[in-house]
């Protein structure tokens, strides 16, 4: 079974905090992803990379950034959170190469009041 | 961009009954996988299946690549089966983007 932690699963904070969701994988694997889903909605890509330095956006525009300066940990950072921010944020990793699968962490669930 | 469809959006079934989740997918993918996410947001990987037939227990997947559709199976359905089922896609054509479908909601009752 794939080794991806996410931290933390639970938050639950105020608005204009600055905020960091932590992902990190054992697996050496290049490509890293963090996913958005809203409750019962699908899953949308809003930041993946290819590896160490590389970062791009995904299809869905988000106010958050992220940074790869080692190829384990990607984290996700929102500088001033706000309401509509309140979400689920799914990590994910896979193997260089474009038919590989990917696994994923059991995500952040992320409440701003 | 690519386009998955699931069907049905929505289902209940009677525990110990049989199943099946179709996906359809609008253009070539080299890459297709089946989720399981569970009521507490955890998303369990199922399948990979680009193409063929594979088989996990009471779990069975058949993907026909060249039809550009891919087929779920549940048998003799469990009260922990229920949450969402998610198929997920890459398009061939060289972009690494993964496309999820809405999901097949899943409610497993005693």
């Known amino acids: 079974e794939a080794d991806i932690y996410q931290t933390p699963r639970y938050l639950v904070i105020g608005t204009g905090k600055k905020i960091t969701l932590e992902c990190s994988q054992t697996?050496?694997?290049?490509?890293m992803y963090w996913y958005q889903q809203d409750p019962g909605m699908e899953l949308h890509l809003i930041h993946y990379?290819?590896?160490?330095?590389?970062?791009e956006k995904g299809d869905l525009s988000s106010e958050s950034t992220v940074s790869r300066i080692r190829t384990e940990h990607f984290p996700l950072t929102l500088e001033s959170a706000r309401p509509s921010h309140t979400s689920q944020y799914l990590c994910?990793?896979?193997?260089?190469?474009?038919?590989?699968?990917?696994?994923f962490g059991d995500g952040t669930r992320l409440s701003i009041l | 961009g690519i386009q998955v469809e699931q069907s049905p959006p929505d289902l209940i079934l009677q525990e110990g009954a049989n199943s099946t989740l179709r996906c359809n997918f609008s253009?070539?993918?080299?890459?297709l996988q089946w989720f399981h996410q569970n009521p507490w947001g955890q998303l369990i990987n199922l399948f990979y299946?680009?193409?063929g037939t594979k088989q996990n227990g009471r779990l069975s997947a058949t993907t026909v690549a060249t039809e550009r559709y891919s087929l779920l199976y549940i048998s003799s359905s469990q009260t922990t089966d229920s949450g969402v089922y998610f198929c997920?896609?890459?398009?061939?054509?060289?972009?690494?983007?993964?496309?999820f479908g809405i999901g097949t909601k899943l409610q497993v009752i005693p």
């Open positions: 994910a990793s896979s193997e260089g190469g474009s038919n590989q699968p990917q696994h």
């Open positions: 697996m050496g694997h290049d490509k």
């Open positions: 990379s290819y590896g160490v330095n590389s970062t």
């Open positions: 253009d070539s993918v080299n890459n």
């Open positions: 299946i680009p193409s």
């Open positions: 997920a896609v890459r398009y061939s054509g060289g972009y690494q983007k993964v496309t």
